[in-house]
């Protein structure tokens, strides 16, 4: 009987080891609940007799550092930066419409927050866009106003990190982005509308 435990625990420790994903000193990695980190360390701690290896992750943004097993970094959702394709589905994100469902703010609120500590890169463009303001729309409530400044700074932390390029270049890349898309669409709806009017004009007239 204790030779089949022995065995089973060897796979059991094989398993584990299969999910471990590696990251390196000096990495930068995205953290669903904090956004892009930098692995400044790997560090073996002594918890309940255990040894245990921990990644320690820097959030320079939040002045924070944070120690993740690393048997646990994929579990915990840690995940290495985006790669080229991702970053293009994001942007291709942020050029569509927003898509506001009508439902009462609080569950939209709920949702958006959801999104932004997913980890993932798409989810939280979806909030940049459907949040993001031109200075003809309506202004934004306080609520609003914070949860898509911490959409924007998510992604634009990751963007600037994958491209290795500057905050602020990259949150420029992001707003420009936004700013042609929005401009794009109210041209577009300027012209349908106008088309739309000659059409009724056109049957009024023949009506006539």
């Known amino acids: 009987m204790a030779t089949p435990k022995k065995s089973s625990s060897k796979a059991g420790s094989k398993k ?16 669903p609940a904090h956004g892009v980190g930098k692995v400044t360390g790997i560090e073996k701690e002594v918890i309940a007799e255990f040894d245990l290896e921990v990644y320690v992750v820097l959030f320079e943004q939040d002045k924070m550092t944070l120690r993740v097993p690393t048997i646990k970094a994929s579990t915990s959702g840690m995940r290495a ?17 927003a898509r506001i469902k009508r439902t ?11 999104k932004i500590n997913s980890g993932d890169m798409i989810l939280v463009a979806e909030v940049v866009r459907d949040l993001h303001r031109t200075d003809a729309q309506p202004e934004q409530s306080y609520s609003e106003r914070q949860l898509y400044e911490s959409a924007l700074d998510r992604m634009v932390r990751e963007v600037a990190a994958i491209k290795k390029v500057d905050r602020s270049v990259a949150l420029d890349d992001v707003l420009e982005t936004l700013a042609r898309a929005r401009s794009r669409q109210a041209a577009k709806a300027a012209k349908e509308a106008e088309a739309a009017s000659e059409g009724e ?6 009506a006539a």
């Not at 930066?81 to 050029?95: C, E, P, W």
């Open 201 to 206: 004009d056109g049957t009024e007239n023949a």
């Open 16 to 31: 584990a080891k299969a999910k471990k994903v590696n990251f390196k000193v000096g990495e930068y990695i995205v953290y």
């Open 81 to 97: 930066l985006s790669n080229d394709l991702v970053l293009k589905d994001a942007f291709t994100t942020l050029k569509g419409r």
């Open 104 to 114: 009462m703010w609080s569950r939209r609120a709920q949702e958006y927050e959801a």
